[in-house]
């Protein structure tokens, strides 16, 4: 088995995380494209999230990875958000004209889960304000 190969995919109730790293290969990103696609189906995941916050460079073979995952994501009636983009990620996607059509995004991995339906849990009543 090749050593990069196996992106980990972490399972939260009916959604999923994923993450891309910036060393993407075809062969990676095929053997994570086949994976995610095949826990969609099997498991009955309702959401997927994709983490690219680790990514510092995107060129346009990773901008394509990512729209044909959420698209075969959307596909298979799993709601695709990705999370984590850089700014200069941003920037340089733009400036290529990539803009990742169709694609829905959250600024971070919990903002993504809330977009899902998780909410986080309330405060400790120890961490509550106090009055005076």
């Known amino acids: 088995m090749n ?13 999923l995380i994923g993450g891309l790293l910036s060393d993407l290969d075809d062969a990676t990103a095929l ?13 009955g995941i309702r959401g997927v999230i994709l983490d690219i916050s680790r990514l510092e460079i995107v060129d346009s073979f990773v901008a394509r990875v990512l729209m044909e995952l959420a ?7 799993a709601r695709m958000i990705v999370a984590g ?3 200069a990620v941003a920037i340089t996607l733009s400036e290529l004209g ?4 169709g694609v829905q995004t959250a600024l ?12 986080r849990p309330a405060k400790a009543a120890e961490e509550a304000p106090r009055a005076s």
């Open 3 to 15: 050593p990069r190969a196996g992106l980990p995919i972490l399972r939260l109730g009916d959604i």
């Open 31 to 43: 053997q994570f494209t086949g994976e995610l696609t095949a826990r969609i189906s099997d498991e």
């Open 71 to 77: 698209a075969t994501g959307r596909l298979l009636g």
């Open 85 to 87: 983009m850089r700014p």
């Open 98 to 101: 990539l803009g990742l059509t």
């Open 108 to 119: 971070n991995a919990e903002q993504a889960m809330e977009l899902l339906g998780w909410r």
